[in-house]
């Protein structure tokens, strides 16, 4: 009984090897946002037709995409998004069509883990390891960012390979997400 307590303990919490820590650099987004009902659907809709009307990917095939919880109080891990936005890098000079809005992301140092089985209760699990790390500290509430219309989420599910994602027609069971958790490396006293 003991040693199936112990496996049920190892798989509740992320190992050193399930986390990469990843330095996201500062970059401009085109950032799309709706709320209520799918409102991760319909953000992720507005972003891919952005891009493929742009033609984005043959002027920055490097794009990146995030998206994230932006309700205005803590979201419970586990429910719906009330509001949710879904941005992507683009060319600075690059002109951003409503309505969508340009952003600028300050860039910061990040916890990465690939979520694997859409069990977004893996973000309990990166907060559980960034608490108990003695290398990096919680840095969620540190501002990356200015929005006027939402509320500045912070951590981001980022699609991977958004490239291929997008050519493939941005299809749900192409879909491939890193959970990405805000940090600060502690100072050594």
């Known amino acids: 009984m003991g040693e199936l307590t112990a496996a049920g303990e190892r798989f509740d919490k992320l ?24 409102c991760e659907g319909k953000a992720l809709e507005m972003i ?24 205005k109080g803590e979201a419970k891990v586990g429910e719906p998004s009330r509001v949710y936005e ?25 916890a990465a883990h690939v979520l694997r089985s859409w069990d977004f209760q893996d973000w309990r699990l990166i907060k559980e390891w960034v608490d108990a790390s003695d290398k990096y500290a919680n840095d969620w509430d540190a501002p990356r960012w200015v929005s ?8 981001f599910e980022e699609t991977l ?16 997400l890193d959970l990405l958790f805000p940090i600060r490396e502690k100072v050594s006293a």
């Open 15 to 38: 190992e050193d090897r399930d986390v990469r820590i990843v330095y996201l650099p500062p970059m401009t987004v085109a950032a799309a946002y709706a709320s209520g009902e799918g």
């Open 48 to 71: 891919t037709r952005f891009v493929t009307d742009s033609r984005l990917l043959e002027i920055k095939p490097d794009a990146r995409s995030f998206g994230f919880d932006c309700s």
């Open 86 to 110: 879904v941005w992507v890098s683009v060319p600075e000079e690059m002109v951003v069509p409503a309505p969508l809005v340009r952003r600028t992301f300050a860039g910061g140092l990040y």
């Open 148 to 155: 006027t219309e939402t509320a500045a989420g912070q951590g």
């Open 161 to 176: 390979n958004f490239y291929n994602f997008i050519r493939k027609g941005g299809r749900m069971e192409d879909l491939q």
